[in-house]
Structure formats: C-alpha cells, structure tokens
Nanobody, 124 residues
Framework: QVQLVESGGGLVQAGDSLRLSCAVS????????VAWFRQVPGSVREFVAA????????AHANSAEGRFAILKDNAENTLYLQMNSLKPEDTAMYYC?????????????????WGQGTQVTVSS
C-alpha cells in the first residue's frame, strides 16, 4: 500500500512558476513508479510526467516537455513537479499517482494509487 499526499497548488499568473509536492509513504513504495496526472472537470485525466523511483528514469508528456520537470528526493520521500512558464490551459487538478514496479506508463489505468489532488489555477 502506498500513500500519497499532494501540496503546493494555488492561483498564479501566466508565466509564473509553481512547484507541486507529493509526500510518498508505505512499506514498499520504493519499488514503484510515480507520476503526475491532471484533470479538468468534464475531461479525461491527462498524463503529465512519470519517474521510476529506484532507477530515476523520467518521462514527460509533449505538453510538459521543456516547461515541467518531475523530480524526486529519496531522502525526503517526496515527489515534485516543477512547473515553469505556466499557461491558463495548465489550469487543472493535479494528482500524484503510483503503480507497482519500475515501469513507466502514460495511462491513468496503469496507476493503482492516487492522491486527493491539488488545484492549480493559472490566470491570464
């Protein structure tokens, strides 16, 4: 079982930066892949970025490439999403998620563990 608690969301202006955090815990969380998804009401959950916890291999969605970075701090058991040059279309609820094993996936169905989410709103 993996527990995920997100924080760091808020209201920012276009062009600003924001760092989301996700506290990761559980007896076997290291043998997992962790990721960020986002969702706008009425739309499907969208993959943002993922990283394998042990090997640290990252993957980013095309929409995030060059602006967002997924990072992890092994000592603090924390996952981050550094978001730069934010745009109004980045407005969404952002979820920290995890799946068993060191296997990257951009499919929401592959992730078993989900946090409660943190809201990011970008004004124009």
């Amino acid at each position: 079982q993996v527990q995920l608690v997100e924080s760091g969301g808020g209201l920012v202006q276009a062009g600003d930066s924001l760092r989301l955090s996700c506290a990761v815990s559980g007896p076997t969380f290291m043998d997992h892949t962790v990721a960020w998804f986002r969702q706008v009401p009425g739309s499907v959950r969208e993959f943002v970025a993922a990283i394998t916890w042990i090997t640290g291999v990252p993957a980013h969605a095309n929409s995030a490439e060059g602006r967002f970075a997924i990072l992890k701090d092994n000592a603090e058991n924390t996952l981050y999403l550094q978001m730069n040059s934010l745009k109004p279309e980045d407005t969404a609820m952002y979820y920290c998620v995890a799946r068993d094993g060191q296997v990257l996936s951009s499919s929401a169905h592959a992730y078993v563990y989900w946090g409660q989410g943190t809201q990011v709103t970008v004004s124009s």
